[in-house]
C-alpha cells in the first residue's frame, strides 16, 4: 500500500514522536511505499512546559519525513495537503493526542476527503488527561469526518464512542512495546556508581514527565510503607517535571524519604536512556487516569519485572501475567505489596524479550495498513 502518516517524529522528542517514527520504518520493511510528513514547527514556547520540544541526539532512531506543518499557520496546511495529493495515498494516518491540533488536522481531514482520500485517526488519547471546557468539541469536531479510527485500549474505545457513538469503524491494537534503545553493556554496579545511586539497594524506578495523572504521589506513599516495612528499596523518579515540583519535595520530606529517593529533573536523550532501566529493579506505572504508558512498554523491552494500576489496561500489558502486577489506582497499599512481590522477580531473558517485542508490533502494523475496503466494523 501507499500509506501518507502526518505527525511528529526525529528530532521531537517523547513517546509519541519515538513510536510515529518506529512506525513508519516499520511499515517501510514491511513494503510499504510511505510518506512521512513530519512538523515545521509544533507548539509556540508558551505551550510547551518543557525546556524543548527537540532531541537531536545521536542514537535516536530516523526516518526519512517532510517537515511542512505548522499548526498554527494555515499555509502550511494547505502545503500538507498539496504534498499528500501529490503522493496519492491508499491511506492517511494521523496521529491524534491533543486538541491543540485540532484545527489543522480538521482542515486537513475534511479536504482529504473531498479529494477522495482516505483518512485514519490513529489514537493515542481522544481526549487531553488535564481536560479543559473546549476540548470535547474541538475531538469531535476534529474527529468525527474519518473514515476510520484505531484504538490502543478498550477504555480508550469506548471514550471515543462517548463522543462519536455513530462511529463503527473502530479498529483496536495494543501499543507496541519500545524496544530500539541500546544496551548500555555496562553491569549494574558500574551503572550505580556513575549515577550515584546505592549499590546495596533496590531500586524502583519511575520514569517519564511527571504530570498528575501518572501518580507519582501515590508511589511516594507506597515507597514510605515499604520503608516502615523495613524494605531496603529506593525510589528512582526520572523525568522533567510537567507539574509543580515543590509538593513533590515536601511529600518525600514529610514521608521520611529524603535519602532514599534519587531525582534526576531532566529530559533523558535516547542515546541515555538503558543506563536507567538496567539499572533498575522494578518498574512502576502508578497512573491514577490515561489508558497506556509508553514508559511502560519501554520497561517490557528491558525484560524489567514492573507493577502498573488497571487503568493501564491493554491487551498486551494483561498478557505479561505475573512479570507485570496490576493494581487499583491510588491504592498505596496495594502497590506497595506489589511491588514487593515484584522486587522477588528475575528479569526476563533476552530470548523471551525478543520474541514479546518481535509479537507486539504485529497487530499495530496490521490495523495501520488495513486496505480501506477491508476496514472491520465494531
Not at 170 to 180: K, N, R, V, W
Not at 202 to 222: M, N, S, T
Amino acid at each position: 500500500m501507499k500509506i501518507s502518516m502526518i505527525g511528529p517524529v526525529y528530532p521531537y522528542r517523547g513517546g509519541i514522536a519515538y513510536f510515529t517514527t518506529l512506525l513508519a520504518k516499520k511499515l517501510s520493511e514491511a513494503g510499504h511505499d510511505v510518506q512521512m510528513i513530519s512538523f515545521k514547527k509544533q507548539y509556540p514556547a508558551w505551550l510547551y512546559p518543557g525546556e524543548s520540544d527537540k532531541d537531536h541526539s545521536p542514537g535516536r532512531e530516523k526516518v526519512d519525513a517532510d517537515y511542512v506543518l505548522t499548526p498554527l499557520n494555515p499555509i502550511t496546511w494547505r502545503q500538507t495537503l498539496q504534498a499528500v495529493l501529490s503522493f496519492q495515498p491508499d491511506k492517511v494516518i494521523i496521529p491524534w493526542w491533543v486538541t491543540f491540533w485540532g484545527p489543522a488536522f480538521w482542515h486537513i481531514i475534511t479536504r482529504l476527503k473531498r479529494n477522495g482520500i482516505n483518512v485514519s485517526v490513529l489514537i493515542h488519547n481522544t481526549m487531553p488527561h488535564e481536560a479543559r471546557f473546549w476540548d470535547r468539541f474541538l475531538t469531535r469536531h476534529t474527529l468525527e469526518p474519518a473514515d476510520s479510527y484505531i484504538v490502543m485500549t478498550e477504555k480508550e474505545k469506548q471514550r471515543l464512542l462517548a463522543l462519536l457513538p455513530d462511529a463503527d469503524n473502530i479498529e483496536s491494537a495494543s501499543l507496541p512495546i519500545f524496544h530500539a534503545f541500546k544496551h548500555t553493556g555496562l553491569p549494574k554496579t558500574e551503572l550505580r556508581r556513575q549515577l550515584d545511586l546505592p549499590a546495596d539497594r533496590d531500586i524502583v524506578l519511575f520514569f517519564g514527565f511527571i504530570r498528575p495523572y501518572k501518580g507519582l504521589h501515590v508511589l511516594i506513599d507506597a515507597m514510605q510503607i515499604l520503608t516502615e516495612r523495613g524494605s531496603q528499596a529506593d525510589l528512582l523518579v526520572v523525568g522533567e517535571f510537567w507539574d509543580q515540583k515543590q509538593p513533590y519535595l515536601t511529600h518525600i520530606s514529610q514521608a521520611g524519604l529524603s535519602d532514599r529517593v534519587h531525582i534526576f529533573d531532566s529530559y533523558i536523550p535516547d542515546d541515555e536512556i538503558a543506563a536507567y532501566f538496567e539499572t533498575s529493579d522494578v518498574f512502576a506505572a502508578p497512573y491514577i487516569d490515561g489508558t497506556q504508558s509508553a514508559a511502560l512498554k519501554t520497561a517490557f523491552g528491558f525484560g524489567l519485572p514492573a507493577v502498573a494500576t488497571d487503568v493501564i489496561n491493554d491487551d498486551m500489558v494483561v498478557s505479561m501475567g505475573e512479570h507485570c502486577k496490576i493494581v487499583p489506582a491510588g491504592d498505596a497499599d496495594s502497590l506497595a505489596k506489589a511491588i514487593e512481590t515484584q522486587l522477588r522477580r528475575e528479569p526476563q531473558k533476552q530470548s523471551q524479550i525478543d520474541d514479546l517485542v518481535a509479537r507486539s508490533w504485529e497487530d499495530m502494523l496490521a490495523a495501520v495498513s488495513t486496505h480501506p475496503q477491508e476496514v472491520h466494523h465494531g
